[in-house]
C-alpha cells in the first residue's frame, strides 16, 4: 500500500486528473487526495463531466466549484467542465459510456497524463452517474486505450457505518489492503471544510452533519483498476 500522508517526499513525476460527475464531488469525496497530491507538488487536474444543473444552477454551481477547486490548491485553467446534453447531472440517467471513455481519453493524451482517479463501481453514494464513470475508466482499461505509464484508480466505496465515523475509521482503513492510502490532518480538514464550504447552493442541514462525520472527509483509499492487454486483437 502506497500512502500519502503529511511530511510525504515530493511527488512532482505525479501528474494527476479526479474525474467526477459534478461540482461539490471534487470535495466531498476526493479532498484528502487532492490536498495531499497539492502538497507532494504533483500537477494536479479536475476533470468534471457535469455542472450540476439538476435544479437549473448550473452556472452558479460552476463557479462554486472554481472556487472550491482554489481552496484545494488546483488553478481555474487545470479545471474541466463538461457541459454535454448526453452528461445530464440526473441520477435516473444513463450517461453514455463510449462518450464518457472518450472524454476522458482525450484529456489524459491532451495534458499527458500519469494518474488517474475517480469513483468504484458502487459510485460511493450509489449515484448512477459516479457509476457511469467508472465504467468508462474500466473500460478504457480494458480495451487498451490508456497509455501504459497511466495508473488509474478507484476510490472505495464503505458500509454506512465505517462512512460516517470520521476520523476514527483511520485505523481500519490503514488495516485493510488498498494501492493508495491518502490521510489528511487538521489543516488538510480544514482546507477540505473550506472547499465544501465554498458550494452554497448544496449546503442544506444534512451537508454539515456530512463535513463533521464523513472518513471522506478526513480519508481516501484506493483500488487499481486492472488494465488488460494493449492493442488486442481478435481474428
Request: proline letters at 4%; hydrophobic letters at 45%.
Amino acid at each position: 500500500m502506497n500512502v500519502l500522508s503529511s511530511g510525504e517526499t515530493d511527488g512532482a513525476d505525479i501528474r494527476a486528473v479526479i474525474v467526477t460527475a459534478h461540482p461539490d464531488d471534487e470535495c466531498m469525496f476526493f479532498a484528502p487526495t487532492i490536498v495531499r497530491l497539492v502538497e507532494l507538488n504533483a500537477s494536479v487536474h479536475l476533470l468534471c463531466l457535469s455542472q450540476g444543473n439538476y435544479y437549473n444552477q448550473g452556472t452558479q454551481r460552476k463557479q462554486e466549484l472554481l472556487n472550491s477547486c482554489a481552496v484545494l490548491g488546483i488553478p481555474a485553467s487545470r479545471v474541466t467542465i463538461v457541459d454535454h446534453k448526453k452528461l445530464p447531472d440526473d441520477p435516473k440517467a444513463e450517461w453514455s459510456i463510449s462518450l464518457v471513455s472518450a472524454l476522458i481519453v482525450k484529456h489524459i493524451r491532451a495534458h499527458s497524463l500519469n494518474m488517474v482517479l475517480t469513483f468504484d463501481g458502487r459510485g460511493v453514494s450509489g449515484h448512477a452517474n459516479h457509476v457511469a464513470i467508472h465504467k468508462a475508466v474500466s473500460h478504457l482499461a480494458s480495451t487498451g486505450q490508456v497509455p501504459n505509464d497511466c495508473c488509474l484508480l478507484s476510490l472505495v466505496t464503505v458500509g454506512l457505518l465505517r462512512k460516517y465515523i470520521s476520523f476514527l475509521e483511520l485505523p481500519l482503513s490503514w488495516l485493510l489492503f488498498s494501492s493508495l492510502c491518502c490521510i489528511i490532518g487538521s489543516q488538510g480538514y480544514r482546507q477540505a471544510k473550506a472547499a465544501m464550504l465554498c458550494h452554497r447552493t448544496q449546503l442544506l442541514w444534512f451537508r454539515y452533519l456530512y463535513i463533521t462525520f464523513s472518513r471522506y472527509m478526513f480519508i481516501n483509499t484506493f483500488q487499481i483498476i486492472p488494465q488488460g492487454p494493449k492493442n488486442l486483437k481478435i481474428y
